[in-house]
């Protein structure tokens, strides 16, 4: 059903994005002006420090409301975080960055985990997840390309942030306004 890939590509922008913006954090940082090495230390520790109890607050909500809407929560301070990027020119910039890209990963994460179970039943997970997954690796493996690619032939990395930025806020509308499939009488998706 239609609402399998948005949640996926939703669920999955995130992905791209993170292995990107992590795995050549310090030369990104260097090019807005600052200290690579100090300013990544800082974000790494501000990851952690916004993304766990993002973590808690998504699990609790996700008894509360549609995971699609929370979902799309998560994409939007993915999006949020990749227009913030390339205005960073301090350490508060920088941890500002953090903040939105941490509680960016502790929605979605959390709500990557549950929606594909509580949308389309438990029956077929393990063959769902499985799709999701190989899905999430090729995105993870392709951001940094991606990122690389924008540099390269683009003159920056700020095509790749304004780009994938829209691109989430696309994947949010989606995630928000897609109706799951209805389920039958045994809690499994009707397509």
């Not at 999955?12 to 600052?34: K, P």
């Not at 996700?62 to 995971?67: D, G, I, L, P, T």
């Not at 960055?97 to 990963?105: I, K, R, T």
């Not at 063959?127 to 990122?147: D, E, K």
């Amino acid at each position: 059903p239609p609402s399998f890939w948005f949640y996926a590509a939703a669920a999955t922008v995130f992905n791209l994005v993170f292995s990107a913006m992590t795995l050549d954090n310090e030369s990104l940082l260097r090019e807005r002006g600052l200290d690579g090495k100090k300013a990544n230390e800082l974000i790494m520790a501000v990851l952690f420090l916004s993304g766990l109890p993002v973590n808690f607050l998504f699990g609790w909500l996700s008894r509360k409301f549609a995971k699609g809407k929370l979902l799309a929560v998560g994409v939007v301070l993915t999006g949020a975080a990749l227009l913030t990027f390339p205005f960073v020119s301090s350490m508060t910039g920088a941890t500002v960055y953090a903040l939105l890209l941490g509680a960016a990963g502790g929605a979605t994460t959390v709500i990557y985990f549950a929606i594909f179970g509580h949308t389309f039943g438990r029956g077929h997970i393990g063959s769902i997840q499985a799709a999701v997954q190989v899905l999430s690796v090729f995105a993870s493996a392709t951001g940094p390309v991606l990122l690389a690619l924008c540099r390269e032939h683009l003159g920056g990395s700020e095509p790749f942030f304004f780009g994938f930025a829209g691109l989430c806020v696309a994947f949010a509308v989606a995630a928000w306004v897609v109706r799951p499939p209805r389920r039958d009488t045994f809690g499994e998706a009707v397509t």
